[in-house]
Nanobody, 113 residues
């Protein structure tokens, strides 16, 4: 039971990225999907969740700029990130709730000019 994150990269301030989270060996549709991020020297931060019934919640730091979504047919969920700033630079991780899986390798997002 694992998750695989992808889609990170280097982007200029004001740019956009779309992260993907692929579930392996479990059905993502019956879980809440969650995105966390961890910036250098900081604790891991929960930034977005999407419930089984598509109720979305966001941390204040990303509200209005990030959108979480899911595609149950593909067993994936996504994080669309717009209006990125250098403060969004971090490694981004996905997981599920309840019964969180082991952390994946994450995907690095770097926002820099």
């Amino acid at each position: 039971v694992r998750v695989y994150e992808s889609g990170g990269g280097l982007v200029q301030p004001g740019g956009s990225l779309r992260l993907s989270c692929k579930a392996s060996e479990f059905d993502f549709s019956i879980y809440t999907g969650i995105w966390y991020r961890q910036a250098p020297g900081k604790e891991r931060e929960l930034i977005a969740t999407i419930s089984r019934s598509d109720i979305r919640e966001y941390a204040d730091s990303v509200k209005g700029r990030f959108t979480i979504s899911r595609d149950n047919a593909k067993n994936m969920h996504y994080l669309q990130m717009n209006s990125l700033t250098p403060e969004d630079t971090a490694v981004y991780y996905c997981t599920r709730r309840p019964a969180p899986v082991n952390w994946g390798q994450g995907t690095q997002v770097t926002v820099s000019s």
